[in-house]
DNA sequence: GCCCGTCTACCCACTTATGGGTAGGCCTCG
DNA sequence: CGAGGCCTACCCATAAGTGGGTAGACGGGC
């Protein structure tokens, strides 16, 4: 199912970096740029016919942001896999670029190198965020350690892991489903987890559920 | 949240069950019969007023069975446990009962501590199913663990695991979001699976994916 | 040659989730 | 008393999953 070559597609509105990183991934053979854009809407164009397996995108575009881009992206072409190239190392970008699907985020002040690893990461199925960005969800998740959920939300999860609807988990526990969904999302913000597989893992690699049941 | 006596509700069609086991269980202090029918229907409409913990259901009654009344309970009244009641150790019946949302399964020759075990472990969460019933889905998964899964499958519970949708498989894999849906529908079938949820569980318990990513 | 498993694809009706919100009541801490 | 967290509850529109099917194409093995 994985090609050869990694195709990837460049979307950046600063042509020093789209040309610039375009030259530097076309030095190594298992790369291949399959093309460029500097506005969103036409890398979208671009992938439509080529479908790359990953894209790099920058989150600061004018007209239509990297963030919304991200959402264009995974409804028609769910496949590629989205990197978001950003300048700035905003918590806020950060989470919201992973809520949106992104699988990686790299700061433009990173290697080539690591931006060559990003791809090959992304295209094996995994997640790259640069170092400063690490660095910044690692404090996330520090802080999330110390504090994470409210006990009623650990309750939730804990029946969201046994596989329980919205619907249930509120006759469960005496509230409205609409209750029950508010908490979710609550989770899913939290935790800046984008699904509920997510979740569920969360929920299993913290010990707030057991696989057990 | 958990009442201090569990509230049960019994539903089997034949009087010298029904009337046994509410004998044997008003034994036991921790354990309240809040009603007994002998139809499905007639138990779904004391369970709307008294919403039980736990419904112990005979599977073979006339007019509606077992099964399909699991289907109405849980679309009415889904936080209560269904443990159900068989003369029969049929694989079939088994797994339909599971499928159809039932967390226990007991035959009628065990013995009363073992309804009560039941009761107790369906109500703090668990699942229970009698010995006999126990040694049928041990056999299952037994030829399950020799070769469970197409590669196909495998592949996709994968992705289902890291929370992509029918649609992403479908881009994912070239084929259809149909087709990724028909696969999602033979693990469960298969697995005996009725969540998502579950099919991550199963997953990660056996190594078909790992929480890292 | 035929059966069977696998992979593919589609049909339908229905339920549920998703992702944006907003908002009120309650309690606690400063 | 005011701010903020927590739990509750609802609004909207859209996307996705569920649970029944059926069925064709391909390949291997008896």
């Known amino acids: 199912m994985t090609r050869d070559r990694i195709s990837v597609l460049l979307i950046d509105n600063h042509p020093v970096v789209l040309d610039g990183l375009k030259a530097v991934l076309e030095t190594f053979d ?50 590629t896999r989205i990197v978001m190239l950003s300048m700035h190392d905003s918590r806020e970008y950060i989470s919201s670029s992973i809520m949106h699907g992104a699988v990686g985020y790299i700061l433009k002040d990173v290697s080539t190198d690591e931006v060559v690893c990003a791809i090959e990461t992304v295209a094996s199925g995994g997640t790259y965020f640069s170092s400063g960005v690490r660095d910044i969800l690692m404090a996330d998740e520090a802080r999330m350690e110390a504090d994470p959920l409210t006990p009623r939300e650990r309750h939730i999860l804990g029946l969201i892991v046994t596989g329980r609807s919205n619907r249930e988990i509120a006759e469960e526990l005496g509230i409205t489903p609409a209750t029950a969904e508010t908490h979710r999302k609550n989770l899913k913000r939290k935790l800046g987890i984008a699904t509920t597989a997510g979740l569920i893992r969360y929920a299993l690699d913290h010990g707030i559920a057991t696989r057990a049941v």
Chains 1, 2 share one sequence.
């Not at 016919?49 to 959402?71: F, H, Y």
Request: without cysteine.
């Open 30 to 79: 298992h790369i291949e740029v399959i093309g460029t854009a500097s506005l969103a809407q036409v890398g979208l164009e671009i992938a439509r016919q080529r479908r790359p397996q990953v894209t790099l995108m920058d989150i600061n575009m004018p007209k239509l942001s990297g963030i919304d881009a991200i959402e264009l992206f995974r409804r028609e072409l769910p496949a």
